[in-house]
């Protein structure tokens, strides 16, 4: 029976070119399997994510959504996929009992996710953020630049499934002395905030003051409305953050920097953060 940790990968066989000659070799496959979640009888979606930490995706999901505003309203959360207790058939189900009171409808339309990479957009995005009351982070937190420099470093060293596959993205939360607190891998960037968020939701140290967010890839909207929501001050990205990333990190005053890449960064919103 495979673990979470297996289910992660795959390995295959390939035909591998090099420079006019072709061979047979063995490739890893970062693992990219459904997930549905319910509500009693209520199915709520489907979302494509890396096996592994379901409780934490949904969790973080839930919460960085606006559909729960703390851990207390999740009274039961079944993720079998987590422990491989069962048969293959539940393993991509998880089922929750929540707070009477929590209105699922908030979901609207998009349910869950459809993609391990969709997220919401338009021009209405911010104005939802307003509405659902997401506050400006920790304006006291102080980082220092030099250490925001040997993130990317630590990351790196970090993703153990990325090491071996080349294709996942990974979410990293440090400590303001840079210790690394945690870190997630998922197909999707958003599924992996999700898990980070739902791992301090879940261990309740949320809002996540005096913490930075690092992403492996771009620094898009939702990963900064997510950050937002985990009350994170500051998200920093190796690649280009969004316009409409910028324009709300600068709104509710989070520092937002991009191009994180040896000693050299971007910084977008909130320099006052930054030593």
Same mark, same amino acid.
């Given at each position: 029976?495979?673990?979470?940790?297996?289910?992660?990968?795959?390995?295959?066989?390939?035909?591998?070119?090099?420079?006019?000659?072709?061979?047979?070799?063995?490739?890893?496959?970062?693992?990219?399997?459904?997930?549905?979640?319910?509500?009693?009888?209520?199915?709520?979606?489907?979302?494509?994510?890396?096996?592994?930490?379901?409780?934490?995706?949904?969790?973080?999901?839930?919460?960085?959504?606006?559909?729960?505003?703390?851990?207390?309203?999740?009274?039961?959360?079944?993720?079998?996929?987590?422990?491989?207790?069962?048969?293959?058939?539940?393993?991509?189900?998880?089922?929750?009992?929540?707070?009477?009171?929590?209105?699922?409808?908030?979901?609207?339309?998009?349910?869950?996710?459809?993609?391990?990479?969709?997220?919401?957009?338009?021009?209405?995005?911010? &104005?939802?953020?307003? *509405?659902? %009351?997401?506050?400006?982070?920790? !304006?006291?937190? +102080?980082? @220092?630049? #030099?250490?925001?420099?040997?993130?990317?470093?630590?990351?790196?060293?970090?993703? &153990?499934?990325?090491? *071996?596959? %080349?294709?996942?993205?990974?979410? !990293?939360?440090? +400590?303001? @002395?840079? #210790?690394?607190?945690?870190?997630?891998?998922?197909?999707?960037?958003?599924?992996?905030?999700?898990?980070?968020?739902?791992?301090?939701?879940?261990?309740?140290?949320?809002?996540?003051?005096?913490?930075?967010?690092?992403?492996?890839?771009?620094?898009?909207?939702?990963?900064?409305?997510?950050?937002?929501?985990?009350?994170?001050?500051?998200?920093?990205?190796?690649?280009?953050?969004?316009?409409?990333?910028?324009?709300?990190?600068?709104?509710?005053?989070?520092?937002?920097?991009?191009?994180?890449?040896?000693?050299?960064?971007?910084?977008?919103?909130?320099?006052?953060?930054?030593?």
């Amino acid at each position: 029976m495979k673990t979470p940790a297996t289910r992660s990968i795959e390995l295959t066989q390939v035909l591998e070119w090099n420079d006019g000659e072709t061979r047979h070799v063995e490739d890893y496959l970062a693992g990219e399997e459904p997930l549905e979640m319910r509500s009693g009888r209520q199915r709520l979606g489907v979302t494509l994510r890396t096996p592994g930490n379901d409780a934490e995706l949904v969790a973080g999901f839930l919460f960085t959504e606006g559909i729960i505003s703390k851990r207390e309203e999740i009274l039961a959360m079944e993720a079998p996929g987590d422990s491989v207790r069962r048969g293959a058939a539940t393993n991509n189900i998880v089922s929750l009992k929540l707070k009477p009171g929590v209105r699922l409808s908030a979901l609207g339309g998009r349910r869950f996710s459809a993609g391990s990479a969709c997220g919401i957009c338009g021009k209405e995005s911010i &104005a939802q953020v307003r *509405r659902r %009351g997401i506050r400006a982070p920790d !304006a006291n937190s +102080r980082f @220092d630049a #030099e250490m925001l420099c040997r993130l990317p470093e630590k990351l790196r060293a970090t993703q &153990a499934i990325f090491g *071996r596959t %080349g294709g996942l993205h990974a979410a !990293a939360l440090f +400590r303001g @002395d840079g #210790e690394l607190a945690v870190l997630r891998e998922d197909i999707g960037r958003h599924n992996a905030v999700d898990k980070v968020v739902g791992w301090a939701l879940l261990q309740g140290k949320v809002p996540l003051a005096g913490h930075a967010l690092l992403v492996s890839g771009r620094g898009g909207f939702e990963i900064v409305q997510k950050a937002l929501a985990g009350g994170i001050p500051l998200v920093a990205s190796v690649s280009a953050p969004s316009s409409l990333a910028v324009r709300l990190a600068r709104e509710l005053g989070l520092t937002l920097v991009g191009f994180l890449r040896g000693r050299r960064f971007i910084i977008y919103s909130g320099e006052q953060r930054l030593a």
